[in-house]
């Protein structure tokens, strides 16, 4: 007969299992012993020889595999009392063509300590492996679509329209538009409405990375790149966002050499990692955004002009919010809904005078300012209004603006006849107009305050916490 290479001669399979430091036994239906290990036989003070053929029962304390052969269940990682140590064991039954022929039994610890030194080591390293997929898989998928993007301004629709009509082209866009003007929200979009939403989005900020980090994060190492560098690498940003879409988030504040380092691998479709020799292929999309004025810059020579019109293929201008006031109560409105299930707190409304000052205020922040304004009223409001004495000194005392703003919105805004604040928030809007005027006539001495209102250090000082009054 011609031996078949690939294949195990018999002689050898005893062998391995005398080499395997596991504890092996194999019994008929009857829980005879056909077969055991060396190492078994050795903690049993036995010999194979001794053991083959008798009951399992006979030769091993408390063996259930005569049980096993019965019942045709496995029993995986039972605790096994033999010789006064606790050992895990599992117990599989045997089949052979459809019927049961025995079971095999092996020994995985040897006592109790053994598995827990095994389940400690490994228990948290499964734990970190869990934390680390749900959190790139919430971080890599888009959480807004083209809907949450609020407003009926003109500037603000074309520059909607324009990113929904390119969300499935490969071109690269280039977001325009203040801090807080919701960049971020126009790239989500994008990726959610394009047939890239099934791979990553990778978000990267380009002005928090430190300069001497930003080529690894964006490319990834080799292992032994540099000092520190992981054991066996680690895959950069780009690599994460393969088939997907990177959005390169401020972008005007990348270093000058790292520019010319991005543009090689826009233009060539490959990277390679730090300290790394092959040319790794990519397949990205690059979403890039930025507060600046990246053509002064250029003209500066402060950005790579090549660069700048690779990034530049579409580009979306986003108002800033000053320039679309008009969409202030809507947006206002949804923040306020958002706040609503953040805090579990129904119903919140502002009256006509906040939102009458809300359109006075210049808005450097955009909506990110305008959320934290919302924010911050809704945790110092103890009924639903959110009123004048709600809102931070700086947004109380502006001067001039538009005084009559007539735009509800969905229940929003009060009119002036449903206009019945609770008597609490009556009481609380009266407070706090005390409270600034007095703090002003004594240019903020709030000892000199407390006693103009006669009331005591202490309860001046937590109304002062409660209405937000530095
Ligand atoms: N049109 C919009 N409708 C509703 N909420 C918005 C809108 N635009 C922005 N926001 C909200 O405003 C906040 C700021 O938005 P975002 O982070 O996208 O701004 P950004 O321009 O990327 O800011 P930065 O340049 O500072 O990173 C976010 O919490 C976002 O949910």
Known sequence: MVANK??????????ILNVATEWIVVVNVQGEILYINKAYCEFLHTTVEQAIGRSVQEVIENSRMHIVTQTGQAEVASIH?????????????????????????????????????????????LEELNYYKKKLEHESESKYSFQDLIGDNERFLSAKQ???????????????????????????AIHQASSRCFFPLVRVNCA??????????????????????????KKGKFELAHRGII?????????LQMQSKLLRVVQEKELERVGGQKTIDIDVRIIAATHRNLEEMVEKGEFREDLYYRLNVIKVDIPPLRERKEDLPEIAYVLLKKLERHFHRPNLKLSNEVLQQLQKHSWPGNIRELENVLERAVNILDGQTILLSHLPLYLQDLEGGNQDIKKESKGLVMTEKDEVPSLKDVV???????IVKALKSTNGNKQQAAKLLEIGKTSFYDKCKRYGID
């Open 6 to 15: 690939n294949r195990i001669p018999d002689k050898w399979f005893e062998e």
């Open 81 to 125: 009392f033999i010789k006064g140590n606790e050992m895990i064991a599992n117990r599989y039954p045997l089949y052979v063509d459809n019927e049961l022929v025995g079971a095999v039994g092996t020994v995985m610890f040897r006592n109790a300590k053994d598995w827990l030194a095994y389940s400690e080591k490994i228990q948290p390293l």
């Open 162 to 188: 324009l990113a929904e009509r390119v969300a499935n082209s490969k071109s690269a866009v280039l977001l325009l538009g203040e801090s807080g003007t919701g960049k971020e929200l126009f790239a989500h």
């Open 208 to 233: 928090s990375i430190p300069q001497q980090l930003l080529e690894s994060e964006l490319f990834g190492y080799e292992e032994g790149a540099f000092t520190g560098a992981r054991r066996g690498g």
């Open 247 to 255: 959005f390169l988030d401020e972008v005007g504040d990348m270093p």
């Open 428 to 434: 609380a809007q009266a407070e706090k107009e005390a």
